[in-house]
């Protein structure tokens, strides 16, 4: 059992755990001690792993596995906005990852921002969705649906506002089979990831993480989330994934991704560029994949435009 002062060797050196800074269904995340400066040391959940059946245990573990492989294969030059893999083994035949240590989460950022009525504004939303585009693209380039965006998997560094994205452990292939069991979080999932299209079947692609992007983009934008992702959220917390039918049966089928009022009110946020915002958002929350962007340039041009459009005021004003 790992606790406070346990020394942990993994393949290139030997870590002393210090504190425990979070953790997953799955997985424990501990502040650990080593030679060139503090990492992030993730775990596998022994005590989890303890209680849950064998089926989950075999998930949990291949969970892992992939995680450190998709992030062994990364370039270092992919490293800007996508957690860096520090160093990698087992303990006691489970796998344990040593990752670069930041500032905390996205979700924790926020919370102290708005707490101290200093919410993020309108060009750091976009700028903050504009890195995460860019990791995403990395993540679809190397040929997997990430499938678990939400503010909580994403970290700071607080120093240089630049946000990484953590936690792989859902990531599915794209080649083969693209079909997959449920993966992810309800409150941000795309509607072909919540509703599923056979028994306990989701056929998702790059463009069901361009959804959660849209909601990320809604919440910090309007401080709330989306009440389609909210409802996502409530009915799975209540029935599992039997959630998805009760829910389209009490609106007749899958419910609107974006009410009017809220893309009135995200819309108003973005000043003269609010008809352009409002076109992003809605590409990105349509309720096929086929309607929104195809991948991530086709995004960045978006954002692009809308920052030209909040300019065009003060360049007036100038001349």
Known sequence: ??????????????????????????GVVWRADAPGGSVALKLVNTAQMARAPGELRRHWIEAARAEEDFLSRLAPWDGRHIVRL???????????M???????????????????????GALQALDWIAQVNQALAKVHA?????????????????RTS??????????????????HTYAGTASWQAP????????NQYLTDPRSDYFALGALL??????????????????????GREGAAVLRHAHRGIPPTLYPDEAAGFAHAFGPAGPRAGALLNSLLAVTPAERPAHALEISRMLDSIRAGMAQPAMAGAA
């Open 162 to 179: 630049t946000l990484k994205l953590a936690d792989f452990g859902t990531c599915r292939a794209l080649a083969g089979a693209p079909a």
């Open 98 to 120: 040593a990752l670069e240590l930041l500032d905390g989460d996205l979700a924790t950022q926020v919370k102290v921002l708005r707490a101290t009525a200093r919410p993020p």
């Open 142 to 158: 190397a040929g997997f649906r990430y499938l678990d965006l939400k503010p909580g998997n994403l970290l700071i560094d607080r």
């Open 218 to 239: 809604y919440w910090l934008v309007c401080g709330r989330m989306l009440r389609y992702g909210s409802a996502c959220g409530q009915v799975y917390a209540a029935h």
């Open 192 to 199: 072909e990831q919540f509703f599923p299209q056979a028994p």
């Open 86 to 96: 520090l160093d990698s083994g087992s303990i006691d035949g489970l796998p344990a």
């Open 1 to 26: 059992m790992v606790q406070q002062g346990t020394i942990v060797h993994l393949a290139h050196g030997q870590y002393r755990l210090l504190e425990p800074l979070g953790g997953s269904a799955y």
